[in-house]
Each structure stands twice: as C-alpha cells, then as structure tokens.
C-alpha cells in the first residue's frame, strides 16, 4: 500500500501504514480524500467510496475533546446535510457524558429522549430523521401537529404532538435498524 500511495503523492513508509492500520495515526484530509483511490487501484475492484471506509458502528475521535459515532460521519461524507449534533467528552473517570449542542439542527428535547429510548445516540435519530423526512424529529412532528388541526387548543396539540411523535419513533426504529 506505501508504493502504491507514493504514487498519488502521500510520503507513506510501511511503518506509517502500520501505524494507519491499527488507528496510532490520525488521518489528514489529503491522506482521507486519495485512500478510497489507493484501496480501489490495490483491489482492482469498483471504485470504493469515502463512506464505505466508516464502520457506522464506530466512535471516531476527532479531537480531545470531540468523538462521534461512525453513522455521523458517514452523514457528513455521504452529503446527508448531518452536522456533529452530539458529542462525547469526558466528564468523569467512570465514563461519558452525552453533550448536546442545542444551536445545531435537530439536537431537540424530543431527539434526546428518543435516542435514550432507543439506546442510541442522538446524532443516529437525527441521521435518520433527514433520511426520512429531510427534517428533523421535532420539525416533521409539528409540521403533521398543525396540519391536523392548526387551530388545536393547547391541551389538544400537547395531544397530538404526543399521538404523532409515537407515529414517528416507531419509523425512526425502523429506519435505525436498517442502517445496523
């Protein structure tokens, strides 16, 4: 593989794919934007895509501060207009605390307790969502609320959002496990 991506101009040594290999090396956006091209000329196979290469199982860690799930990362390669909705930092010398940032889209209240419901993260919900609706949760269920009764009292829309956010999680479920 190091001749190989000598040839595209990547100064890789043996030790450096090694080191690649057993993920003891970052990968730079030059060495992400040729790999698919060096795997596919090494395989003599069809083309292989920058996504084929995220398990989407996976916790990637970007940064010390930022992991994301795999499915997440797949989104952004994949142009699925997913963001880095959730993130893992460390909180505690036990384990992980899931970090909302509510500014970007869809990291809602209601994709929260979703993916807690689901055992799953919430950058998952939200990724399927914009499979789904091209929107997230939290949207798709009020857009539904008010076209079923735009003049609803609150008492009835706190109904509805409820009846319909049920309708909803159970095509979230379905999409999620599609994508296991």
């Given at each position: 593989m190091s001749r190989t991506a000598r040839l595209y101009g990547l100064a890789w040594s043996r030790s450096k794919v090694a080191e690649l290999e057993r993920g003891e090396k970052p990968v730079s956006i030059e060495e992400l934007a040729l790999l698919p091209r060096i795997l596919t000329d090494l395989a003599g196979a069809d083309m292989i895509g920058t996504v084929d290469l995220v398990p989407s199982n996976a916790l990637i860690r970007l940064n010390d501060t930022v992991t994301i799930t795999g499915e997440t990362l797949r989104g952004i390669l994949?142009?699925?207009?997913?963001?880095?909705?959730?993130?893992?930092?460390?909180?505690?010398?036990?384990?992980?605390?899931?970090?909302?940032?509510?500014?970007?889209?869809?990291?809602?209240?209601?994709?929260?307790?979703?993916?807690?419901?689901?055992?799953?993260?919430?950058?998952?919900?939200?990724?399927?969502?914009?499979?789904?609706?091209?929107?997230?949760?939290?949207?798709?269920?009020?857009?539904?609320?008010t076209e079923r009764d735009p003049d609803a009292s609150p008492d009835r829309r706190r109904a509805l959002r409820g009846q319909v956010t049920r309708t909803l999680v159970e095509q979230l479920t379905a999409e999620i496990g599609k994508g296991s």
């Open positions: 994949g142009g699925r207009g997913v963001g880095i909705e959730s993130a893992r930092v460390p909180h505690d010398p036990d384990g992980w605390k899931w970090e909302i940032a509510e500014r970007m889209p869809g990291g809602g209240e209601a994709e929260r307790k979703t993916a807690r419901a689901l055992g799953v993260t919430p950058a998952d919900v939200i990724s399927a969502a914009y499979r789904l609706w091209k929107r997230p949760l939290t949207d798709e269920r009020d857009r539904i609320v």
